[in-house]
């Protein structure tokens, strides 16, 4: 979001035709939000924005392979990329040549794949890290939007909500901020690990279990976020 509001406000140096956005119900609702807020200013600035679904929903993979995993992490290749792979087909049918924008910071240099200043002929470009901007710039920024609703105050990075590799902290943050995807999300592991069981294997989520880990978040998890909530709220004066 931060790239974007520097790229419409940059249209000399950064001209951009199209945005596309890899549409998947497995977000965050704040992420869908901020999503919505984007397509706005797009369509606002007179800019195509373009919502890409995968072929097939989230529940439908899921019914086939089960929870994701770190081994059978199908959420991406089979679900997310399907997207990368409709916009790929699209651009093969277009006479042009592609520049994408992608957020690098300019802290970020390992993963850059051309020098910062040298843009012009590449099929990437890092308008971010092209004007300085540092990571914590942004995460600093974040916590002042009030569209994040708060979520960068309590976590640092945004995945998916239905991610094998959440965290405890981020499971007790969908906890409180989406508690029926909470259930669910608890839900569709418990299933899986009865499914695999079913089978005479043994999957068990991060090592321990669905009801191991759900009982730490409920009990503990839970408790280490409002704590820290509550504690940035006081001001120097409560203390
Ligand atoms: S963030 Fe998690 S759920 Fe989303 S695609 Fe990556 S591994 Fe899968």
Redesign the pocket.
């Known amino acids: 979001m931060f790239m974007l509001g520097l790229i419409l406000s940059n249209q000399d140096k950064y001209p951009l035709d199209l945005v596309v956005n890899f549409d998947l119900e497995?977000e965050w609702q704040v992420a869908k939000n901020v999503i919505n807020e984007m397509e706005r200013r797009c369509k606002e600035a007179g800019i195509p924005f373009v919502r890409i679904k995968p072929r097939k929903s989230w529940e439908d993979l899921y019914e086939k392979y089960g929870f994701?995993n770190a081994h059978a992490?199908w959420?991406?290749s089979d679900?997310?990329l399907d997207c990368k792979k409709q916009l790929n087909e699209w651009i093969a049918s277009q006479n042009c040549r592609p520049v994408a924008y992608i957020g690098l910071c300019a802290d970020e240099k390992k993963r850059f794949k051309y020098e910062i200043g040298d843009w012009e002929n590449q099929d990437v470009c890092y308008p971010l890290a092209e004007e300085g901007i540092e990571e914590s710039t942004i995460l600093y920024w974040a916590r002042k939007q009030s569209i994040f609703e708060g979520y960068y105050d309590n976590l640092d990075r945004m995945?998916?909500k239905?991610?094998?590799?959440l965290t405890m902290k981020e499971m007790a943050y969908l906890k409180q901020s989406e508690p029926e995807e909470y259930e669910a999300l608890f839900k569709y592991i418990k299933d899986t690990e009865n499914m695999v069981a079913s089978k005479g294997k043994k999957w068990l989520f991060k090592d321990k279990g669905s009801e191991v880990i759900r009982n730490r978040v409920d009990t503990k998890w839970t408790l280490i976020l409002e704590n820290e909530q509550n504690y940035k709220q006081l001001t120097i004066f409560d203390l």
Request: charged share 25%; glycine share 8%; hydrophobic share 15%.
């Open positions: 497995i994701p992490r959420c991406n679900y997310k995945g998916c239905r991610c094998p590799f």
